[in-house]
Structures are given as structure tokens and as C-alpha cells.
């Protein structure tokens, strides 16, 4: 009967590890001839240390990670050239403060894990804040970005539609107020904002009172400068 497949496979694998029990023992057989038994002792301890030097290493590298810190703020925006930064990280670690990219100052986090950069200078427009933890010459990545963005000028505001000292008939009861000014602006007229599109564009409709009504209209951008215009218009109802 032919033998199974299985069976040619059990016996190939069985001559298999015979070949390499006996090549085995020939490099043995040779170590001993070459260096004798202290030689072959002193090869085994090296590659045992060569082993705990890697294990070594990995755990040095594994000791050696750093989170990055958390930058913290409330606003995204501001009027003011200098601001201050807090955050968070490893503590008496030193943290390195950057803006769009530039490094900007270091200073030692505090036992507590804060820390809080003074006097802050950005640049016009958006600001990109991050910043890096060193400790024990290792590195953390950079921290999420900060975004804030340094708003001095004052928004646009042209009125188009009604003009100072207009008059309206009897017979119109309102009137719509529309005007222009800077993207994400707000607009209010009187107190009560206007709609504005995504490129500044205005709109309020305003019901009209019997006699001189005074109109005030103030945008504000997003860090608080603002802009305002009053005009009267009146109506003979």
C-alpha cells in the first residue's frame, strides 16, 4: 500500500530535525576543538549580554517618552499685541514655546505642572501657537496648536441704504438697512444685529416710528474692535 501524504510528510519533517540536531552537535563538537569549554562558556555569556544590553535599551527608550504639553486658552481672538499662554505638562520638565513655526522663549514648569508664558508677542493676523517638552535629553512632539489671531484695525462699516436725514411717507412702515463691512463681523443696529453674509454684506429690516428715528450701527470683529455710524431718518406717518 502507498504511504499517506501525511506519513511522507511526518518522516520528511522527522529526517529534517534530524539534520539539524546533528549539524548542531558538529559546530558544538568544533567550538570545543577550537577554543575549548572556557571559550565556549565566555561566547555564551556574551550573547547573553548582548540580549540584556538590547533589553536594556528598549526599556531606556520606552522610559524616555515624553507627552506633549496642553496648551490652555479662552479666546481666539484679540486686540492686544502681548498676550499671556498657560498650560500644562510634565512637571520641572522645561517647556519651549513656538509661533507659526519660531521658537519664541523656555522656561521650567512648575512641581504642579503648569506653567504660564508672560507677555506673549504675536503677530498680525492668525497666531500658531505650540509648544515642546525636553527632559533628560528627550524630546515630546508638539503640542495641539493654538490658534488666535491679533485683530488691531477697525472693521469696515458702509452704509448703503437708508442715508442721514432720509424720509419716508405715511404710507411706508419700514425700511431695510443694508450695508457692508469685513467677514465675520457682527452687525448691530439699536442693539439688535443684522444678518450678515460670508463676505460682509448686511441686512436689517427696521420698522419705522412716527418722527425723527435715530439709528445706530456698530460692527465688532471677533477680538472687539469696533466701528460705529449714527444717522436719523424720519418718517411722516
Not at 442715508?163 to 439699536?190: E, L, M
Not at 429690516?205 to 445706530?216: E, V
Amino acid at each position: 500500500m502507498q504511504p499517506s501524504r501525511l506519513s511522507r510528510f511526518q518522516e520528511k519533517k522527522t529526517k529534517t530535525m534530524l539534520y539539524i540536531r546533528l549539524g548542531a552537535s558538529l559546530v558544538i563538537i568544533f567550538l570545543l576543538v577550537k577554543f575549548g569549554i572556557p571559550g565556549l562558556v565566555s561566547l555564551s555569556l556574551w550573547m547573553g549580554g548582548l540580549h540584556k544590553d538590547t533589553t536594556t535599551t528598549t526599556k531606556q527608550q520606552q522610559q524616555q517618552f515624553i507627552a506633549p504639553p496642553l496648551l490652555t486658552q479662552t479666546f481666539t481672538a484679540t486686540n492686544s499685541a502681548t498676550i499671556s499662554i498657560s498650560g500644562t505638562g510634565t512637571a520641572n520638565a522645561t517647556v519651549k514655546l513656538y509661533n507659526n513655526g519660531n521658537y519664541l522663549d523656555s522656561m521650567t514648569i512648575g512641581s504642579d505642572g503648569n506653567f504660564t508664558f508672560d507677555q506673549v508677542t504675536l503677530t498680525d493676523g492668525q497666531n500658531s501657537l505650540q509648544a515642546k517638552v525636553t527632559q533628560n535629553n528627550a524630546e515630546s512632539d508638539f503640542s495641539d496648536p493654538l490658534t488666535i489671531a491679533y485683530l488691531h484695525a477697525q472693521p469696515k462699516l458702509d452704509i448703503s441704504s437708508p442715508h442721514d436725514g432720509d424720509q419716508f411717507d405715511k404710507n411706508t412702515t419700514s425700511t431695510t438697512i443694508t450695508g457692508a463691512t469685513d467677514p465675520n463681523v457682527t452687525v448691530t443696529i439699536n442693539g439688535y444685529r443684522a444678518i450678515v453674509d460670508t463676505t460682509g454684506n448686511f441686512s436689517y429690516s427696521y420698522q419705522l416710528k412716527s418722527g425723527d428715528n435715530p439709528l445706530k450701527i456698530i460692527a465688532t470683529d471677533a477680538a472687539g474692535n469696533t466701528t460705529e455710524k449714527d444717522l436719523t431718518i424720519k418718517s411722516n406717518q
